[in-house]
T-cell receptor
Framework: AQSVSQHNHHVILSEAASLELGCNYS??????LFWYVQYPGQHLQLLLK??????LVKGIKGFEAEFIKSKFSFNLRKPSVQWSDTAEYFC??????????FGGGTRVLVKP | DAGVIQSPRHEVTEMGQEVTLRCKPI?????LFWYRQTMMRGLELLIY????????DSGMPEDRFSAKMPNASFSTLKIQPSEPRDSAVYFC???????????????FGPGTRLTVL
């Protein structure tokens, strides 16, 4: 069964700082990869997804992620965060069987 | 489109009572997923349906939990009897399934926050 690991449980940074959240998965076959964001008190929303093609994926709100197949990684980045990026971020992997497996989430707090 | 609709948004009940959570997927979506989110266990897939048929219910914690999808526009998740450890946020999500069998991204509803006293 596939698993997804998000290395950082909590990240605290100041506005304008750069953000990178790690995500690694364990599955040797073809995968679809997602990053979801959950703002305080809200539901999960899709930030970006990778199905195939260019491994550097651009998402909404200035986020991007890079799929590195050899490292089984799909790290999320944003060059300059804003206070409104305070949220919990979930990496998710869809492999065989069509089940979406989520990582444990990373809570990001951006200090104004 | 209104997105995935869940009701109620909040539910507070006493241990032993029956709880029914409801979900209306996005029109045209043929796959529906029920998740549970807790601080301790994160986001867990409970069950999912394709074309109203349950495909994988291995995530359903125990027999007290049951889910149905009587038609393409409605699903329920029932807990009977409820216990305090069932307290969580329950999310419903829907997606479309492509012809070759893969799925597009899932769209999540606002969730139902369940508190069992």
């Amino acid at each position: 069964a596939q698993s997804v690991s998000q290395h950082n449980h909590h990240v605290i940074l100041s506005e304008a700082a750069s953000l990178e959240l790690g995500c690694n998965y364990s599955y040797g076959g073809t995968v679809n990869l997602f990053w979801y964001v959950q703002y305080p008190g809200q539901h999960l929303q899709l930030l970006l997804k990778y199905f195939s093609g260019d491994p550097l994926v651009k998402g909404i709100k200035g986020f991007e992620a890079e799929f590195i197949k050899s490292k089984f990684s799909f790290n999320l980045r944003k060059p300059s965060v804003q206070w409104s990026d305070t949220a919990e971020y979930f990496c998710a992997v869809k492999a065989a069987g069509n089940k979406l497996t989520f990582g444990g989430g990373t809570r990001v707090l951006v200090k104004p | 489109d209104a997105g995935v609709i869940q009701s109620p948004r909040h539910e507070v009940t006493e241990m032993g009572q029956e709880v029914t959570l409801r979900c209306k997927p996005i029109s045209g979506h043929n796959s529906l997923f029920w998740y549970r989110q807790t601080m301790m266990r994160g986001l867990e897939l409970l069950i999912y349906f394709n074309n109203n048929v349950p495909i994988d219910d291995s995530g359903m914690p125990e027999d007290r939990f049951s889910a149905k999808m009587p038609n393409a526009s409605f699903s329920t998740l029932k807990i009977q009897p409820s216990e305090p450890r069932d307290s969580a946020v329950y999310f419903c999500a829907s997606s479309t399934r492509q012809l070759l069998g893969s799925y597009n991204e899932q769209f999540f509803g606002p969730g139902t926050r369940l508190t069992v006293l």
